[in-house]
């Protein structure tokens, strides 16, 4: 069964690095999102992405945050200066069509800001 | 916010049916009920989803009310695995609309 693929599946950094979290959404789907949820909290909407650009994001995603499809096959989530309260679980996920359609998520990167 | 209410936790005897249930009583004509399942902090994953008649599928079935205010997750033959987070989530069916996920009900399955 397909499925998305997300790596790494545990980054520590310090505070105030880059990082990028990088997906491979299913192959035939248009679809991207990414969700992270803080320990022991919701899973909380970041961002959705269609045709190279962004469709919708939230207050969370804020000017720290960017996204990109950089070939065809990964999708990334970068996170420009980390702070303390990025620590969380980071979700990648796709969908195929913009009609009642299931999303499928990955795994998840567990993202630890020192 | 999220649209709908669900119990904090409950509990089902493995080999029962776990009968999961959800308020909705704001949903729209063109809002669909999804559920997903979160196992221990893994990714959500996608269980079945209707907009007003049942559904079943290999994972469950979706009772939905005659007027869509409430619904009911059923998984037949609760097994072990089945312990998570199972999260009611209204969204409407085209577009890529983001989906909202509330605190859910975790269901434990006792042996």
Redo the contacts between chains.
């Keep these: 069964e397909p499925e ?1 693929t997300q790596t790494p599946s545990h980054q520590v950094t310090q505070m105030g690095q880059e990082v990028i979290l990088r997906c491979v959404p299913i192959s035939n789907h248009l ?1 991207f ?1 990414w ?1 992270r ?1 803080i320990l022991g909290q ?4 970041l961002v ?1 992405f ?1 045709n190279n650009e962004i ?2 994001k ?1 207050e969370i995603f804020d000017d720290q945050f960017s996204v990109e499809r950089p070939d065809g096959s990964n999708f990334t989530l970068k996170i420009r200066s980390t702070k303390l309260e990025d620590s969380a ?1 980071y ?1 990648c ?1 796709s ?1 195929w069509d ?3 359609t ?7 990167t567990r993202l630890t800001v020192v | 916010d999220a649209k709908t209410t669900q119990p904090t936790s409950m509990d089902c005897a493995e080999g029962r049916a776990a009968n999961l249930p959800c308020n909705h009583s704001t949903i729209s004509g063109n809002e669909y009920v999804y559920w997903y399942r979160q196992i221990h902090s893994q990714g959500p994953q996608y269980i079945i989803h209707g907009l007003k008649n049942n559904e079943t599928n290999e994972m469950a079935s979706l009772i939905i009310t005659e007027d869509r205010k409430s619904s009911t997750l059923i998984l037949p033959h609760a097994t072990l695995r089945d312990t998570a987070v199972y999260y009611c989530i209204v969204r409407v069916g085209f577009g890529n609309e983001k989906l909202t996920f509330g605190t859910g009900t975790r269901l434990t399955i006792i042996p």
């Design positions: 998305v679809y999102y969700y949820q919701k899973v909380e909407f959705s269609y469709s919708e939230s679980m979700f996920a969908s913009r009609s009642d299931e999303a499928f998520f990955g795994q998840g």
